[in-house]
């Protein structure tokens, strides 16, 4: 029990080890990277055990994880599809060609077993959309086709 008798004012005290507001969030920055750290700790202390228990848990819910993220691919369709259209026309803005097209170009470049079978004449633009996405396409491909021809380095532009 505190003495009333001993002069001090305890409830003072209490308060002055309380930490001030304006470092609070100093003291909560400690106790979180603490809790991180010894998180981190014990995950490395029990990293086989954790990942064989997370292993099992997602092969006992793989069912239902699939169907939930149809479900939510169905849902959320739109949404998906105007975001790779933005993704598409960011990438083309930035590289000057679509991804389709870089892509089939860079499979040609580094593979060539699918350099070799796939044919290197333009084709006509299919399925033109909106912006002629396909057009352009073919003009690449004819672009490759001419930086296709083996160069004397035994490379491959």
Request: without cysteine.
């Amino acid at each position: 029990m505190e003495s009333l008798s001993d002069g001090i004012d305890w409830a003072m005290v209490a308060q002055a080890r309380e930490p001030h507001p304006e470092r609070l969030h100093l003291v909560e920055d400690e106790r979180r990277a603490r809790r991180k750290a010894a998180d981190a700790a014990y995950y490395q202390a029990n990293k086989e055990r954790i990942d064989r228990r997370n292993r099992a848990w997602r092969e006992a819910n793989e069912e239902e994880m699939r169907r939930y993220d149809k479900a939510y691919a169905a849902s959320h369709r739109e949404e998906r599809r105007e975001a790779a259209r933005r993704w598409q026309a960011r990438f083309k803005a930035e590289h000057g060609v679509s991804y389709s097209a870089w892509r089939r170009r860079r499979l040609r470049e580094t593979d060539p077993q699918t350099a070799a079978s796939t044919p290197q004449t333009a084709a006509p633009a299919r399925n033109t959309g909106e912006n002629g996405q396909a057009a352009a396409d073919n003009n690449i491909r004819s672009v490759s086709a001419a930086s296709a021809e083996p160069h004397r380095s035994g490379r491959r532009l």
